[in-house]
C-alpha cells in the first residue's frame, strides 16, 4: 500500500487579543488565516502491533516523542475509534516550531481530518471538538483551513471567498514558549470580534488592530522588536505583527513582487534568520 499525502498549512493569526482568562487558561479571540507554507505528511495502513511515527526536514530537531501527532493517535486508539488499525506516519516538517504559526497542532488537525474524510473513523461533531482540544487549544482550527474568527465566545466563523494576502514571514534564532509568555498576561482587552463579518480580513481594518503579546515578547527579546521596525521602516509592507505567542513575525504586502523585494533586503541585512515569501490560501 502507498502512502497518502497531507498538506498541513501553517496558521498566521493577523490579530490576536487576550479578552480574559477562565480557570488555567486565557480567552482570547483571533483574525486566522492559512499560508501556502506546509509541513508535508505521508501516512498509510500497515501491518503491526503498534504505530510508527517519525519526523525528519529543517525543523524535526526539537521534537520529543510526546507530540500533538503521537498525543493524537493515542487518544484515538484509547476511545477505540482506530479499530486496532495502525498507521505508519512521516511527518516532514518545514514550518518552524515555537513559532506562534501552529505547526504542531496543525498536523494533528490534519490527520484527524484525513481519517474523517477516507471514514477510518466515524465520528460525531461534540467527539470532535473534545478530542481536538484534549491535544490543543488551536487544533479544530485546522479542521478547515481556510479565513476564520475566532470570538471571545469560543465561537469560529469561517469564510471562503477572499482576496489572497502576500506575507513575509520572518523566524528569528530563538522560539517562544507559549506557556511561559501566556504567563506574563496582565491585561485584558474588551473583545472586538464578535460580530465577525468578512471586511475584517481587509489590509486597511488589519493595520489598525494588535497582538496582545508582542509587548510581552519584546520586552523578553527586544530584538524582535528592532527587526519589527527594520521591516516597518525598511521594506514598505502595510504592516508587521507577530503571529500568536511568537517568535514569528508577519509582514503584510499588496503585491507579490513588493513582498519578494522586501525579502532579498531583509536576507540583506539578516543573512541567518530563516525567511520565506508566502501568500494565504
Known amino acids: 500500500m502507498s502512502f497518502s499525502q497531507i498538506k498541513s498549512y501553517a496558521k498566521i493569526n493577523l490579530a490576536l487579543n487576550i479578552v480574559g482568562k477562565k480557570t488555567n487558561l486565557h480567552k482570547i479571540e483571533s483574525i486566522i488565516a492559512f499560508i501556502d507554507l506546509y509541513d508535508l505528511i505521508l501516512i498509510k495502513k500497515i501491518k503491526s502491533k503498534k504505530n510508527n511515527i517519525s519526523f ?14 503521537s498525543e493524537l493517535m493515542k487518544i484515538l486508539e484509547k476511545k ?34 484525513y481519517f474523517i474524510k477516507k ?15 484534549m491535544i490543543g487549544s488551536d487544533v479544530i482550527l ?3 483551513p481556510f479565513n476564520t474568527i475566532l470570538t471571545s465566545k469560543n465561537k469560529i466563523k469561517i469564510f471562503t ?31 472586538k470580534f464578535n460580530r465577525p463579518n468578512r471586511n ?11 497582538n496582545n503579546l508582542e509587548l510581552i515578547v519584546f520586552s523578553k527579546y527586544p530584538n524582535l522588536k528592532k527587526i519589527k521596525l527594520f521591516i516597518e521602516k525598511s521594506l514598505n509592507p502595510v504592516f ?7 517568535s514569528v513575525l508577519v509582514a503584510y504586502f499588496q503585491s507579490k513582487k513588493i513582498c519578494e ?15 520565506i515569501a508566502s501568500k494565504t490560501i
Open 161 to 191: 471567498k477572499y482576496k489572497k494576502i502576500h506575507t513575509l514571514i520572518v523566524k528569528p534564532k530563538f522560539g517562544c514558549s507559549t506557556k511561559e509568555i501566556y504567563s506574563k498576561v496582565k491585561n485584558f482587552e474588551r473583545p
Open 56 to 69: 525528519s526536514g529543517k525543523f524535526s530537531g526539537n521534537i520529543g516523542k510526546k507530540n500533538t501527532v
Open 200 to 210: 475584517m480580513f481587509n489590509l486597511d481594518y488589519l493595520k489598525k488592530m494588535n
Open 119 to 133: 471514514k477510518i473513523i466515524r465520528i460525531k461533531k461534540k467527539q470532535i471538538l473534545k478530542i481536538s482540544r
Open 261 to 275: 523585494l522586501a525579502k532579498k533586503k531583509f536576507n540583506k541585512k539578516y543573512k541567518n534568520y530563516w525567511c
Open 80 to 113: 477505540k475509534f482506530l479499530k486496532d488499525k495502525k498507521f505508519h506516519i512521516k511527518v516532514d516538517k518545514r514550518i518552524p516550531s515555537q513559532a506562534g504559526l501552529g505547526g504542531g497542532s496543525m498536523n494533528a488537525a490534519s490527520i484527524l481530518k
Open 142 to 144: 485546522g479542521l478547515n
Open 240 to 246: 508587521v505583527r507577530m503571529s500568536g505567542s511568537g
